[in-house]
């Protein structure tokens, strides 16, 4: 999976921006080289997606896994790049009042749409009923948001980094990421979730702030920053009940 989305549309954590990239012996990619490796490296199963100029979902089919799926997802304007599997997935399309054949794609995209439009409860509680292992990409073209969050196990990669024109970038390859934005990358967080207007958060420990942590690589130099639990800290708890605490608006009122 891949999505980029240029700097109009989201405000990537600016610890992800290294200056160790001016003096990188690797370049900063523009996007649409890095979707041309994407689309070269699966070049027999790939396809994309762009909306405009300041968005691009690509998504591969391939999976040498007969655990984890590679899935995709487009509804109603909401697009999603879904990687993984959910153990609970037919206790979930029940609970949702979804189809017995919903897949794990379709079913991040109704929880959202519904959570968005109509739901009480933020997205941290909704993640926390996923039970497996995940990670995904989600494109709101109307409301030109953007939602990715990665499962607490750790099975399922994300990486993140910065492209040559400042957009980011989100994969499920980390060589793809880091041959594409230099110094400027890192792991995408374990447990979190990222929303384009209100930044990065755990929905494993929603009380929690997030810290920026400095990161060396083998040669010495500051790459873009992990990002941890701050376990000293403590949010302001998002009401459960209201109009304002739902799936799209989850991080208005944790800052």
């Not at 989201?10 to 689309?39: C, G, R, W």
């Not at 400042?166 to 929303?195: E, Q, V, Y």
Request: hydrophobic letters at 40%; aromatic letters at 10%.
């Amino acid at each position: 999976m891949l999505g980029i989305f240029k700097e109009k549309l989201v405000s990537a954590p600016k610890e992800l921006n290294s200056p160790a990239s001016l003096n990188s012996s690797t370049k900063h990619k523009l996007p649409h080289e890095i979707l041309q490796d994407f689309m070269s490296f699966n070049s027999s199963n790939a396809f994309y997606m762009s909306f405009g100029n300041d968005a691009v979902l690509a998504h591969s089919s391939l999976n040498k896994s007969f655990i984890h799926h590679r899935l995709f997802s487009g509804v109603e304007n909401i697009y999603c790049v879904f990687m993984g599997s959910l153990h609970n997935l037919n206790k979930l399309n029940k609970q949702y009042g979804l189809s017995k054949v919903t897949n794990e794609a379709m079913f991040i995209t109704e929880a959202y749409r519904t959570l968005r439009d109509r739901g009480p409860y933020p997205a941290d509680q909704v993640l926390k009923e996923l039970e497996g292992s995940f990670g995904f990409i989600i494109y709101d073209n109307k409301a030109e948001t953007i939602f990715a969050a990665s499962g607490c196990d750790g099975q399922i990669g994300l990486y993140w980094g910065i492209a040559a024109d400042g957009s980011l970038a989100i994969a499920d390859n980390m060589d793809l990421i880091k041959a594409s934005c230099a110094k400027s990358f890192a792991p995408f967080p374990t447990g979190c979730m990222f929303h384009s207007e209100h930044g990065l958060m755990s929905f494993e420990h929603p009380t929690r702030k997030m810290k920026a942590m400095p990161r060396i690589d083998s040669e010495g130099a500051m790459c873009g920053a992990n990002f941890n639990v701050d376990s000293q800290s403590r949010s302001q708890m998002m009401s459960r009940v209201g109009s304002e605490a739902n799936f799209a608006l989850w991080g208005s009122k944790y800052r």
